[in-house]
């Protein structure tokens, strides 16, 4: 089975910082998803990435998947206290269309001191 | 609308109770799934519904009962639940079965006493 390996598994940043989180998976991602939850609360999308190379960025958050699709890292620019919470890496670890299951890392909680 | 809206937002239920969790979804999406997260750690997947079927049943016990009515509802029953069955109970849904992101509800945070 799929497995996916979070690290840090926490980080307390000084506001304004910048921060990385990575995701690393035991075979190649076909779809690698990263989520933010806060405490007892559901999970809010953040990226999806798919092909090998692939960067996107939303706001202050940059999402990379590398060229062998094997590791993801997710960085933020210019913390804020908004962006404290659990960050988690989901992998699809289905066969093809209509097996779509996620699986996701331990996650990584991020506290922001202002 | 692009919500998922779980209900209830808490539930304690007893050992010899029958319960049911609601999941609804108006985004038009035919996937949907149920999750469930204990405390510190990842959500696990418990089952997928796919065009209303269920497509996907993660070895869960057989007192968690899904069912999908429609293609904007899924439902999760219990029933003789265990104190190790507390958890946060996540509903999820996406446009279609192994495509693009899940949106996922807020959670009905199940307390089994």
């Known amino acids: 089975s799929q497995e996916l390996e979070q690290s840090p598994q926490s980080l307390i940043v000084q506001e304004g910082k910048n921060l990385t989180i990575n995701c690393t998976s035991s075979?190649?991602?076909?779809?690698l998803y990263w989520y933010k939850q806060k405490y007892g609360e559901g999970l809010i999308f953040l990226m999806m990435?798919?092909?090998?190379?692939e960067e996107k960025s939303h706001e202050k958050i940059t999402a990379k998947l590398d060229e062998k699709k094997q590791q993801s890292s997710l960085h933020i620019t210019a913390s804020q206290p908004s962006h404290a919470g659990i960050y988690l890496c989901?992998?699809?670890?289905?066969?093809?269309?209509?097996?779509?299951?996620?699986?996701f890392g331990k996650g990584t909680k991020l506290s922001v001191i202002p | 609308d692009t919500e998922v809206t779980q209900t209830p937002k808490h539930l304690v239920m007893g050992m010899t109770n029958k319960k049911s969790l609601k999941c609804e979804q108006h985004m038009g999406h035919r996937a949907m799934y149920w999750y469930k997260q204990k405390a510190k750690k990842p959500p696990e997947l418990m089952f997928v519904?796919?065009?209303?079927?269920?497509?996907i049943n993660e070895s869960v016990p057989s007192r968690f009962s899904p069912e999908c009515p429609n293609s904007s509802l899924l439902n999760l029953h219990l029933h003789a639940l265990q104190p190790e069955d507390s958890a946060l109970y996540l509903c999820?849904?996406?446009?279609?079965?192994?495509?693009?992101?899940?949106?996922f509800g807020q959670g009905t945070r199940l307390t089994v006493v």
């Open positions: 999820a849904s996406s446009p279609y079965p192994g495509q693009d992101e899940a949106f």
């Open positions: 519904y796919s065009y209303e079927k269920l497509s």
């Open positions: 989901g992998a699809d670890t289905g066969s093809g269309a209509g097996s779509y299951q996620l699986t």
């Open positions: 990435l798919q092909k090998g190379g």
């Open positions: 075979k190649t991602l076909y779809g």
